[in-house]
């Protein structure tokens, strides 16, 4: 058999555009990586990054893909065997040029309109990501489409059918809508922002995204917890990173056996603590304010310059309690715990 002979096996000519296909691919991948990545970290713009992502992730693959269809075709394979390749193919490019479309948009979306908003005290960083979230929503819904009237599904049937059961859907999808809402209207009234410190119900945290049903938020235990947007939205929340400082309020409980001056000693010991202590602010105040069934109450309030970082005001409130039971061990001042007093008479 000569070598030209060889060469006209379908399987040999397959396999040889298939390889060609791969080796553009891969020589495509390094002159990017090796030379236009160099020349777009020198531009301002970000639009050829993006362009290159788009390329590298989208046109390689499709070039790979394009070797894979015509290696195929070369076999000559039976007409119903091929028409099920065909509509893999046309399936995995709609998708992937959606995935590059998606990405054009996500980066005109997040350079015009945040640089429209920007500075809007964090509305651009919300807006941006929910008009990109619907955006994207509504090309893949065309993108499916696409997709469905290739199968030979009609799709004027489906949305006349989606119109018949529209009601069915509304109804089913109200809590969706509720969240989608709500989050229009978490946006629009700027209670509070990603990166904002808030309390809710029992339940404290950051921040962390504002999406089109939940809001997800990281409490100081490291965890993440998502909370419905009507929830958000109907409830009292407390914006904590709006305040210039952080309030703790305590109480310490002395033993009846207290003289007036072990009390003022007390009082006096408390606001010497206070004052010292460099990451509180000045205001801070120190009352005897109850007599409680079992002890002399005295009662304080201080702030903590820095609101939002927890471990500053656990690590300062630490220190304060530590200082005040050892100075109060060295003064003598007892504090009191539940007790009973039984008198006996006769």
Request: charge should be positive.
């Amino acid at each position: 058999m000569s070598y030209f002979e060889f060469l006209q096996y379908p399987y040999v000519i397959a396999t040889g555009i298939f390889l060609f296909s791969l080796l553009c691919a891969v020589v495509l991948n390094i002159i990017i990586r090796k030379i236009f990545h160099g020349f777009a970290k020198k531009t301002k713009t970000n639009l050829d990054n993006t362009i290159l992502q788009i390329i590298q992730k989208v046109f390689i693959f499709i070039i790979v893909l394009g070797g894979v269809y015509f290696g195929l075709k070369a076999l000559q394979l039976p007409e119903n065997v091929w028409v099920y390749i065909e509509r893999a193919a046309q399936v995995v490019l709609i998708i992937k040029i959606f995935q590059a479309v998606t990405m054009l948009s996500d980066f005109f979306i997040q350079t015009y309109i945040g640089r429209f908003f920007r500075g809007k005290d964090g509305f651009d960083l919300q807006l941006t990501r929910l008009v990109t979230r619907i955006i994207n929503i509504a090309l893949w819904v065309i993108g499916l489409s696409m997709i469905l009237n290739i199968f030979g599904y009609d799709i004027g049937a489906l949305i006349a059918g989606l119109g018949i059961g529209g009601l069915a859907v509304a109804l089913a999808a109200q809590d969706t809508l509720g969240n989608f809402f709500s989050s229009l209207s978490i946006i629009a009234d700027k209670p509070f922002k990603v990166g904002d410190t808030i309390k809710f119900s029992t339940y404290e945290g950051v921040i962390k995204d504002i999406g089109m049903r939940t809001t997800r938020i990281e409490t100081f235990f490291g965890t993440i917890i998502s909370v419905p947007n009507s929830e958000l939205a109907k409830s009292v929340v407390e914006n904590m990173s709006k305040r210039q400082s952080r309030r703790d309020d305590g109480a310490i409980g002395l033993v009846y056996s207290c003289t007036k001056e072990k009390i003022e000693e007390a009082m006096s010991i408390l606001k010497d603590i206070l004052s010292k202590e460099e990451n509180l602010t000045k205001d801070f105040r120190v009352f005897f304010t109850a007599y409680d069934p079992y002890s002399l109450r005295i009662e304080y309030t201080y702030h903590v310059k820095d609101p939002r970082d927890m471990l500053v005001f656990l690590n300062t409130k630490n220190r304060l309690n530590l200082e005040i039971k050892d100075r109060f061990d060295k003064a003598g001042i007892e504090m009191a715990f539940p007790t009973q007093t039984i008198q006996l008479q006769k």
